[in-house]
């Protein structure tokens, strides 16, 4: 039976609910990430773009969160310290010399409370080294390459997505591109200036094999 027929009891009233709220919850963010990925200009007006879904995401879970858009080398003009600061999502394979890790790193110690936390996760070398291939999604409603070029002695790591999308009502395809930059440090020096700035010993919390080098990613926690 359809899941509209009338509920029989509070629970399977409170499932119907909960099924219908999570259709249009994915509706939403689909449209969303559509819009977003016809999008293509440079990386400054993308890292807009992602605040700007995540604005929208706060307000469709009616969450209390306060965005400010600056640079990690801004920080000081926020005027406040906290007890914990997170830096996800490889925000710091972005930064491309070990002199702006180490930069944004004593931003952060000025913003920490004295014993206060900072989690950071990213891409070593190794795990960047590994995406270094060539792929295509071919599927009837659009067209997605990709390709990774990774290369050692700079230790960057270039992403090329190229999009050919059909345009309704034409027998032409849109197509767009976008290329995305990444930088990978080896992992004792990122400890070193973590020391620099001031920070605790790291601790690495995964994955933990015994040498992070052969890790793909790092995650660490240290306290100021």
Same mark, same amino acid.
């Given at each position: 039976?359809?899941?509209?027929?009338?509920?029989?009891?509070?629970?399977?009233?409170?499932?119907?609910?909960?099924?219908?709220?999570?259709?249009?919850?994915?509706?939403?963010?689909?449209?969303?990430?559509?819009?977003?990925?016809?999008?293509?200009?440079?990386?400054?007006?993308?890292?807009?773009?992602?605040?700007?879904?995540?604005?929208?995401?706060?307000?469709?879970?009616?969450?209390?969160?306060? +965005? $400010?858009?600056?640079?990690?080398?801004?920080? @000081?003009?926020?005027?406040?310290? /906290? =007890?914990?600061? !997170? %830096?996800?999502?490889?925000?710091?394979?972005?930064?491309?010399?070990?002199?702006?890790?180490?930069?944004? +790193? $004593?931003?952060?110690?000025?913003?920490?409370? @004295?014993?206060?936390?900072?989690? /950071? =996760?990213?891409? !070593? %070398?190794?795990?960047?080294?590994?995406?270094?291939?060539?792929?295509?999604?071919?599927?009837?409603?659009?067209?997605?390459?990709?390709?990774?070029?990774?290369? @050692?002695?700079?230790?960057?790591?270039?992403?090329?997505? !190229?999009?050919?999308?059909?345009?309704?009502?034409?027998?032409?395809?849109?197509?767009?591109?976008?290329?995305?930059?990444?930088?990978?440090?080896?992992?004792?020096?990122?400890?070193?200036?973590?020391?620099?700035?001031?920070?605790?010993?790291?601790?690495?919390?995964?994955?933990?094999?015994?040498?992070?080098?052969?890790?793909?990613?790092?995650?660490?926690?240290?306290?100021?």
């Amino acid at each position: 039976m359809s899941r509209f027929r009338k509920p029989t009891d509070i629970s399977e009233k409170k499932r119907d609910l909960q099924t219908d709220t999570a259709e249009r919850l994915e509706a939403i963010v689909e449209a969303a990430e559509r819009a977003a990925e016809s999008v293509i200009d440079d990386a400054e007006a993308q890292a807009r773009r992602y605040l700007a879904q995540a604005r929208f995401a706060a307000e469709v879970q009616a969450a209390d969160i306060e +965005f $400010r858009e600056m640079s990690v080398y801004e920080l @000081p003009s926020l005027g406040e310290t /906290f =007890d914990g600061i !997170t %830096c996800v999502s490889d925000v710091l394979n972005h930064l491309p010399t070990l002199e702006e890790w180490e930069q944004a +790193f $004593r931003s952060f110690h000025r913003h920490l409370n @004295p014993g206060g936390w900072l989690f /950071f =996760d990213s891409m !070593t %070398c190794h795990g960047l080294a590994e995406q270094d291939a060539y792929s295509t999604n071919d599927r009837a409603s659009k067209v997605l390459l990709l390709g990774v070029i990774w290369e @050692p002695a700079t230790r960057r790591s270039t992403m090329k997505i !190229t999009s050919f999308v059909p345009v309704e009502g034409t027998f032409l395809w849109e197509r767009a591109t976008e290329t995305i930059t990444e930088w990978g440090q080896p992992v004792q020096e990122i400890y070193d200036r973590l020391a620099r700035a001031g920070f605790q010993p790291p601790e690495r919390l995964w994955p933990q094999g015994e040498d992070p080098e052969k890790e793909e990613r790092l995650a660490v926690l240290v306290r100021r």
